[in-house]
């Protein structure tokens, strides 16, 4: 007998439906739902690999307080009591909540309720503000309310889609995957990738315009003035429903009064920005998908809304196939932005400082308090704690040792703040390690509730899996720390269905159409009901009972007078330049197979094996110019900062810039976080942080040994300068390198491999003049771990290391290999992984399309099964294609 669950992926903002399938034995299988309208049935590699990342092992099942474990009442009054007293003696402005877009709508709307109307102040503040807090801004200036006009459809229906600033083919991979499927059903889809770098996205557009950082606000302005002057204006509806274009169109002429013009300051070719300028002129149909490389800006909120104004000029908004669409991150970054998460934000659309707004919600919540003001928003909350102004810091579902700028900054913040709270699944992460109370929060798979995606969706996440120990759900945390504050009765909920519900209802109060969110179809929604809820769009209403698929389709919007804004746009230069100390523009993002701090990505094989270092790209130029090598270890430096990682020279990397993946942190390598090198210098209006435009310098860092360790067992590389670790199929790997000979490699090497005392097979090899050192142990013939130490970088292929760990006894050749460091077989050596699914890895590819003469994503996935499973490999097989 099986059991089959519907939920909804904990990942990115698409919002894909998974079916979890429970045998008796407790094994879960991984789908995606045919029926769900975000994927029909598509899951990338990260939701194909969640049952991967299901164990209990690692998570943290026990609350507690200084280091100890205790019982949730004493860790609940402990939290109350540190609240209470801060309030007291200091103000509410003492305390804050630090929350996160992969909360559920129920958590959050409590964390926002208990914050705002209860300890009467909105310093709540959430991850969210680095993700989409310019988006947020830009749509209110534009639209009069954070309303997102298009749905996933529109892709579909376009005929030009423009993917500014956004790696879809990595980060939103099934939309992406359903944008290719309709180019191949539609050839003439014109897709267009603007971003400095080529990345797996752009190298499958049809135009990528691999523009320089920070300069896409200049872009879209002179497209602007290149539709006016083409005769593109949608006369009537310019005139009907926005104000302010001929401002928006005279500021916009001023630094891009002509192709030549944006083209230099853009750093592009002009026939290039004449391309792109008259495929969007000529096509009705055009959707502009924007993400971080427009959204995480100093100016971030005039980039989005010079996009803006290019289809407020046209009218094409509001119609099937057009549209400004952002995408948003986090699985529930739209849920957030619904309840009001963000320090400048009330609940439902309303807002801090509007007095009816700040009444009405009183009344309904009955709530004792409420702030007039905003409160701090996320880098200025740590700047607080960091003044002494906030004692009381409460972090939910985010990582900020790892994720905020400056980070090395924000750990000194959080070790001299009074009281840090943290709720969490997991039991080590770096920002846990600064926390004096630790709570165990349930997480996906046992929690209960509603996630909103990218397009508005609203989709139930149901639990399937018995919840671990003392591990308890966010919303009933925060609950019980509000009964203690006083306030049982406002916070009854026993469910969080109690709790959507309530939501509900506050969007349709007194909500005369003026409130863009509304849910009050939901309001009186039984149990049985929300149980049964199956994915729409808002708003949902009496009017509107099977959800809004698009938005202003009567040329409506949601400002005081109805009509859409213009916003004048100047261009503005990334806050800090590259100078000559820091030459190098630093830019920062995602891999394909990673999750933010890779607390549940790090967990799984299929998933670490695309990707198990932190690295640096970098042009060969740059390589050239800085005297850097493919595969060396480099430091990079900033004004805040420095980090040691691998350094990939590649032509996909604009010259004269960096790029360096966010994921790494101290629990997975020694020095790989790139937020210690960028400063939080944010967008004055969003307070979003300038992630993709640091500057930074970069050298080789030479060490006196170089070498990899892989274990059964999991350990700490005390001993090596430079580590990071990734997890394998029944191992860890450990990268490894050190600034020290050690007096004694058998000494160093016992430390690593021999923890328990049980008598061990155990093989060296040991060259002390050349500095090579090789041991490997065996418990019961099979492999336990195994070590190789070098003078320098020529160290031996892993993979078939990797594979003598599937093997239940080595014969005697294969020990013989692993102590003279070379494969028995040389068709071992597979390359790195490229085909998470089927662990394809790259020279097997290369192999493929140069002596099998393989030449099609089809063909390869025939013959070597590569790029049949998710597909979320088929844009890097693409391009390993198109090199030949
Ligand atoms: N695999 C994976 N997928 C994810 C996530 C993950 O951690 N891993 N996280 C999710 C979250 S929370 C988010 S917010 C999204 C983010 O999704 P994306 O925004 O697509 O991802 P990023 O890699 O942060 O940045 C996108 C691109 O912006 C480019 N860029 C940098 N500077 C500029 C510039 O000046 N102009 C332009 N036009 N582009 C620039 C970068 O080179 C990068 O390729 O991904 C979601 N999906
Ligand atoms: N340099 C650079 N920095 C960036 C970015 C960038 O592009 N460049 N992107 C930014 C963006 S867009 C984002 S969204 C952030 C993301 O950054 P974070 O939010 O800091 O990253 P996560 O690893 O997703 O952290 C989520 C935490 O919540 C825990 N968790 C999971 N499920 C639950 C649950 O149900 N309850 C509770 N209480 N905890 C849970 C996880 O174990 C993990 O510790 O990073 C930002 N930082
Ligand atoms: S695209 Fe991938 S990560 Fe995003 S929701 Fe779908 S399966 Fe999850
Ligand atoms: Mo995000």
């Known amino acids: 007998?099986?059991?089959?669950?519907?939920?909804?992926?904990?990942?990115?903002?698409?919002?894909?439906?998974?079916?979890?399938?429970?045998?008796?034995?407790?094994?879960?299988?991984?789908?995606?739902?045919?029926?769900?309208?975000?994927?029909?049935?598509?899951?990338?590699?990260?939701?194909?690999?969640?049952?991967?990342?299901?164990?209990?092992?690692?998570?943290l099942l026990q609350p507690m307080v200084d280091g100890r474990a205790c019982g949730w009442e004493a860790a609940l009054d402990r939290v109350a009591d540190g609240l209470q007293r801060a309030i007291r003696e200091h103000g509410p402005d003492s305390v804050a909540f630090y929350v996160s877009g992969q909360l559920l709508t129920e958590d959050y709307y409590v964390a926002n309720k208990l914050m705002k109307g209860f300890i009467g102040s909105a310093n709540i503040d959430t991850n969210s503000r680095l993700c989409m807090s310019s988006a947020v801004a830009a749509h209110k200036r534009a639209f009069g309310a954070d309303a997102v006009p298009c749905g996933?459809?529109?892709?579909?229906?376009?005929?030009?889609?423009?993917?500014?600033?956004?790696?879809?083919?990595?980060c939103h991979p099934v939309l992406y995957q359903r944008i290719m499927a309709s180019k191949q059903q539609n050839p003439d889809l014109q897709i267009v990738t603007i971003d400095p770098r080529a990345t797996p996205t752009a190298e499958t557009s049809d135009l990528h315009l691999a523009i320089r950082p920070g300069s896409d606000a200049l872009l879209f302005n002179g497209l602007l003035v290149y539709l006016e002057r083409q005769?593109?204006?949608?006369?009537?509806?310019?005139?009907?429903?926005?104000?302010?274009?001929?401002?928006a169109l005279a500021v916009a002429a001023v630094d891009a009064p002509d192709i030549e013009r944006v083209a230099s300051g853009c750093g592009l070719a002009p026939e290039a920005v004449e391309r792109f300028y008259r495929l969007f002129a000529r096509t009705e149909r055009v959707v502009t998908v924007y993400s971080q490389g427009i959204n995480q800006s100093s100016s971030g909120v005039d980039k989005i809304n010079a996009i803006i104004n290019c289809h407020l000029l046209t009218g094409r908004i509001g119609r099937p196939g057009m549209g400004p669409f952002s995408l948003t991150g986090q699985p529930n970054a739209m849920g957030g932005r619904e309840v009001g998460g963000l320090a400048n934000q009330l609940a439902a659309h309303m807002t801090l400082d509007s007095e009816a707004d700040r009444e009405r919600v009183k009344r309904f919540w009955e709530a004792p308090a409420m702030p007039r003001q905003e409160g701090l928003k996320a880098v200025d909350l740590f700047d607080a704690i960091e003044a002494g102004r906030i004692r009381v810091l409460w972090v939910?579902?985010?990582?900020?040792?790892?994720?905020?700028?400056?980070?090395?900054?924000?750990?000194?913040?959080?070790?001299?703040?009074?009281?840090?709270?943290?709720?969490?699944?997991?039991?080590?992460?770096?920002?846990?390690?600064?926390?004096?109370?630790?709570?165990?929060?349930?997480?996906?798979?046992?929690?209960?509730?509603?996630?909103?995606?990218?397009?508005?969706?609203?989709?139930?996440?149901?639990?399937?899996?018995?919840?671990?120990?003392?591990?308890?759900?966010?919303?009933?945390?925060?609950?019980?720390?509000?009964?203690?504050?006083?306030?049982?009765?406002?916070?009854?909920?026993?469910?969080?269905?109690?709790?959507?519900?309530?939501?509900?209802?506050?969007?349709?109060?007194?909500?005369?159409?003026?409130?863009a969110f509304d849910i009050s179809l939901y309001a009186d929604l039984s149990d049985a009901a929300y149980e049964a809820l199956t994915p729409r769009q808002w708003?949902?209403?009496?009017?509107?009972?099977?959800?809004?698929?698009?938005?202003?389709g009567d040329g409506e919007f949601f400002t005081a007078d109805g009509r859409a804004r213009f916003v004048p746009v100047s261009p503005a230069a990334p806050r800090h330049l590259p100078d000559r100390d820091y030459p190098l523009t630093l830019n920062s993002g995602r891999v394909r197979d990673h999750w933010h701090t890779m607390t549940r990505t790090g967990l799984s094989p299929r998933l670490a094996s695309h990707t198990i270092e932190p690295y640096v790209e970098l042009h060969p130029e740059d390589a050239a110019r800085y005297a850097v090598t493919e595969g060396a270890l480099v430091c990079i430096e900033s004004s805040t900062g420095s980090a040691t990682v691998r350094a990939r020279v590649t032509p996909a990397q604009r010259p004269g810039s960096l790029f360096m993946p966010m994921h790494w942190n101290g629990q997975f390598a020694a020095t790989g976080r790139v937020n210690a090198l960028l400063p939080g210098v944010t967008d004055p209006l969003s307070g979003q942080p300038e992630f993709k435009q640091g500057r930074a310098r970069v050298a080789e860092r030479w060490f006196a040994w170089y070498g990899f360790l892989f274990s059964r067992r999991q350990l700490q590389p005390g001993g090596a300068d430079y580590w990071a670790r990734s997890r394998g199929a029944g191992f860890?790997?450990?990268?490894?390198?050190?600034?020290?000979?050690?007096?004694?490699?058998?000494?160093?090497?016992?430390?690593?491999?021999?923890?328990?005392?049980?008598?061990?097979?155990?093989?060296?090899?040991?060259?002390?003049?050349?500095?090579?050192?090789?041991?490997?142990?065996f418990v019961d013939n099979t492999l336990e771990s195994c070590l190789f130490i070098g003078p320098d970088l020529q160290l031996p292929p892993r993979d078939w290391i990797e594979a003598l760990f599937a093997k239940a006894s080595l014969d005697a050749a294969e020990r013989a290999s692993l102590l003279s460091g070379r494969a028995p077989d040389k068709s071992a050596d597979v390359g790195r992984i490229v085909c998470a699914c089927h662990s394809i890895?790259?020279?097997?590819?290369?192999?493929?399309?140069?002596?099998?003469?393989?030449?099609?994503?089809?063909?390869?996935?025939?013959?070597?099964?590569?790029?049949?499973?998710?597909?979320?490999?088929?844009?890097?097989?693409?391009?390993?294609?198109?090199?030949?």
């Not at 996933?152 to 990595?170: C, F, P, T």
């Not at 009537?236 to 302010?244: C, I, N, P, S, W």
């Not at 949902?540 to 809004?548: C, D, K, Q």
């Not at 004694?744 to 050192?773: F, I, P, T």
Request: proline fraction near 5%; hydrophobic fraction near 35%.
């Open 396 to 515: 939910m579902a985010t990582n900020p040792a790892v994720s905020l700028p400056d980070s090395d900054r924000i750990r000194r913040a959080l070790k001299q703040c009074e009281l840090v709270i943290v709720s969490d699944c997991m039991a080590a992460t770096d920002t846990l390690e600064l926390a004096h109370i630790r709570l165990p929060a349930t997480t996906w798979g046992e929690r209960s509730g509603t996630v909103t995606s990218s397009e508005r969706r609203i989709s139930r996440q149901r639990a399937f899996l018995e919840v671990p120990a003392e591990a308890r759900p966010d919303w009933w945390i925060i609950s019980q720390v509000a009964h203690r504050l006083g306030h049982a009765r406002q916070f009854p909920y026993q469910h969080p269905g109690e709790i959507f519900r309530e939501h509900a209802a506050l969007s349709g109060l007194e909500n005369d159409g003026r409130r």
């Open 152 to 170: 996933y459809e529109d892709l579909e229906r376009a005929k030009l889609i423009v993917l500014a600033g956004s790696n879809a083919a990595w």
């Open 231 to 247: 005769g593109e204006r949608n006369e009537l509806f310019v005139k009907q429903a926005t104000r302010e274009s001929e401002t």
């Open 1 to 59: 007998m099986s059991c089959a669950v519907k939920t909804t992926c904990p990942y990115c903002g698409v919002g894909c439906g998974v079916i979890a399938s429970r045998d008796v034995a407790g094994g879960v299988t991984i789908a995606g739902d045919p029926e769900h309208p975000s994927n029909f049935g598509r899951l990338c590699s990260k939701g194909s690999a969640l049952g991967e990342t299901l164990d209990t092992a690692g998570r």
């Open 841 to 884: 890895g790259e020279k097997r590819i290369q192999e493929g399309i140069r002596v099998q003469g393989l030449n099609s994503v089809k063909a390869i996935a025939e013959e070597l099964k590569a790029g049949s499973g998710c597909g979320s490999c088929v844009p890097e097989i693409r391009a390993m294609l198109a090199a030949g």
């Open 732 to 777: 860890w790997r450990y990268e490894m390198a050190g600034d020290q000979i050690p007096e004694d490699w058998a000494g160093m090497a016992r430390s690593y491999l021999c923890s328990e005392g049980r008598e061990v097979g155990w093989m060296e090899y040991s060259d002390r003049a050349a500095n090579r050192y090789r041991a490997a142990r």
């Open 539 to 552: 708003p949902l209403t009496a009017a509107t009972p099977t959800g809004t698929p698009r938005l202003f």
